[in-house]
């Protein structure tokens, strides 16, 4: 009798465990935070402070990967490391690797700041966790779509803002691939390309004519400090400069980016 009463106090126990999601980067973490809502928080691997392309392993992260049961990630070019991902995972782990998933495959992994592209992000995340995570559909499948709709909206304001205005702006690294090709717009020079290398003294005096000839406003960085030759072009042409990072919500961090791009084709 004791022991069916120690089953009976365990079951709401098993009944209300979580799925266990890990996703690589903090752009993942914020959006499928915005799709569990109500349900858990999906653990970060790669913290904001660390480059996602200059990625170390150590064993909390190993520790991390080995108990997840869903694994959202960009691709094994754009995480370092993450070529050894089939090796670490338990096989009951679910890899979501969007690059793969959206046919994308060697291709920029910066997929978050394009509408186009994110509504299908929100598909595949959410049904990835209706997958191993069935009591919760309807929450997951609920949330997904008010992202979705918030997704919408901001490219709908976006397309608005922009409309009037021609952003003249440098890109300190090429983060802005996929929305500058959903809203029609184009860097006047790039420094360092999606993997943090620049093209050498040659390019570098041609962003500089460039930048002069165009008369940039702006320079913009995804990073906590502009490089050491973004620096220099700030300084040498009067640029202002406009951190694109994430803090707060996700939707807040997209609406905080055209804000910078319409301040990039003003005056």
């Given amino acids: 009798m004791r022991y069916l009463l120690f089953l009976l106090c365990l079951m709401p126990l098993v009944a209300q465990a979580k799925a266990n999601v890990v996703t690589s980067i903090l752009p ?6 915005a799709i569990m809502q109500g349900v858990d928080e999906p653990e970060l691997l790669i913290k904001s402070q660390h480059s996602a392309h200059h990625f170390a392993f150590k064993p909390s992260h190993f520790r991390k990967l080995k108990s997840a049961d869903l694994l959202i990630w960009i691709d094994r ?8 991902i089939p090796e670490i995972l338990k096989s009951s782990t679910t890899s979501l690797e969007l690059l793969r998933a959206l046919d994308l ?3 920029d992994g910066h997929i978050w700041y394009s509408p186009k592209l994110l509504t299908k992000i929100v598909d595949l995340i959410g049904a990835a966790l209706v997958e191993i995570d ?7 499948r609920n949330n997904a779509r ?10 709908q304001h976006t397309e608005h803002q922009l409309a009037s205005v021609s952003p003249k702006y440098v890109l300190d690294h090429d983060f802005l691939h996929y929305f500058q090709r959903d809203f029609g717009l184009q860097a006047l020079a790039t420094i360092h390309d999606s993997h943090d290398q620049h093209g050498g003294i040659q390019a570098l005096q041609a962003i500089e004519q460039q930048v002069k000839q165009n008369q940039a406003k702006c320079l913009l960085t995804n990073e906590s400090a502009v490089s050491k030759i973004g620096n220099n072009l700030v300084k040498k042409f009067d640029l202002s400069v406009h951190r694109v990072q994430f803090s707060g919500g996700f939707i807040d961090h997209l609406y905080r980016l055209t804000e910078s791009m319409v301040k990039c084709g003003q005056g």
């Fill in 146 to 155: 008010s992202l979705q709709l918030a997704i919408v909206k901001w490219a």
């Fill in 77 to 84: 070019n754009f995480e370092s490391g993450f070529q050894r």
């Fill in 28 to 33: 993942l973490q914020q959006i499928t935070a």
């Fill in 105 to 107: 495959q060697n291709q």
């Fill in 134 to 140: 069935r009591p919760q559909a309807d929450i997951y």
